[in-house]
């Protein structure tokens, strides 16, 4: 038994760490898109496939016999591709997949299907906004240059990204009072966020719940049906199944 762990998240270094205390045989992927990723205590490879026959050239090339994708709920393009080359290939698949946060008393979310919905939900006029989506869709905003937009990356962009910008450069996961001063301190009236689910980027939603600040919430994008489990102990119990059954 072989495992590729598609990662990412916070979930899959936790399971990395748990694969590795019990000498699981597994390759840790990154997508490369920050500069300095978290390191694992796993064989790590960093970069993209090259579509679903690139996958199935690895899997192939690297007797992987179990995929786990615990990549963020956003990385649509490749958990469909790890969907498409396991079905190819005949490799047994799993999601591990936080559950995605959830609308409360008090929280005023506007919900829209995609980037495009995001930037068409922003008001006319000039509003500051807490865009806490990444790096790799800002460009959309260009559209709407009239507002002050808030990023927090993890790297520092290599050129501006829009034209009325503060940068902070931090990684997570973030507490509740920092990011009420931080909402607070730039006047935040708005927050672009995607439904990633998960504790660590959470605590942008209870700030902004004390603040009456509006939240655009993306939604997840749609994927092909899949196992999903929600622990790192029901992945483990998974594999100790397949390995029962002499896979």
Same mark, same amino acid.
């Given at each position: /038994? ?24 597994? +390759?840790?992927?990154?997508?490369? %898109?920050?500069?300095?990723? +978290? ?5 790590? %490879? ?13 899997? %192939?090339?690297?007797?992987?016999? !179990? ?10 393009? /490749?958990? %469909? ?14 999601? @591990? ?7 409360? *008393? ?22 500051? +906004? ?9 460009? &959309? ?5 009239? !507002?002050?937009?808030? @990023? ?25 009072? *920092? ?10 009236? !708005? ?9 660590? &980027? ?14 655009? /919430? ?12 929600? *622990?790192?102990?029901?992945? @483990?119990?998974? @594999? ?8």
């Amino acid at each position: /038994m072989r495992t590729l762990l598609l990662g990412g998240t916070t979930e899959a270094s936790q399971l990395a760490t748990a694969l590795a205390a019990q000498g699981v045989d597994a +390759v840790f992927s990154y997508a490369g %898109r920050t500069a300095n990723p +978290v390191p694992q205590p796993l064989p790590t %490879r960093i970069g993209g496939f090259g579509g679903v026959a690139g996958l199935c050239d690895y899997l %192939r090339a690297n007797s992987i016999t !179990h995929i786990i994708d615990a990549t963020h709920p956003f990385a649509a393009q /490749m958990s %469909r591709n790890a969907v498409d080359a396991s079905l190819a290939c005949g490799v047994q698949l799993l999601a @591990l997949e936080r559950a995605p946060w959830q609308v409360t *008393s008090g929280d005023h979310w506007i919900h829209v299907p995609n980037i495009a919905g995001a930037v068409a939900a922003l008001p006319d006029t000039p509003a500051r +906004v807490f865009l806490a989506i990444g790096k790799q869709t800002l460009d &959309a905003f260009a559209t709407k240059p009239q !507002h002050h937009y808030l @990023l927090r990356l993890v790297d520092p962009p290599t050129s501006q990204p829009l034209p009325n910008t503060t940068v902070i450069i931090a990684r997570g996961p973030f507490d509740i009072a *920092s990011d009420t001063a931080l909402l607070r301190g730039n006047k935040i009236t !708005h927050i672009v966020a995607k439904n990633a689910g998960g504790a660590g &980027a959470a605590a942008k939603l209870h700030a902004a719940r004390a603040l009456g600040v509006a939240v655009i /919430m993306i939604d997840r994008p749609t994927l092909p049906p899949r196992r999903i489990v929600a *622990s790192v102990a029901q992945v @483990l119990a998974w @594999l100790g199944h397949s390995a029962d059954r002499g896979v």
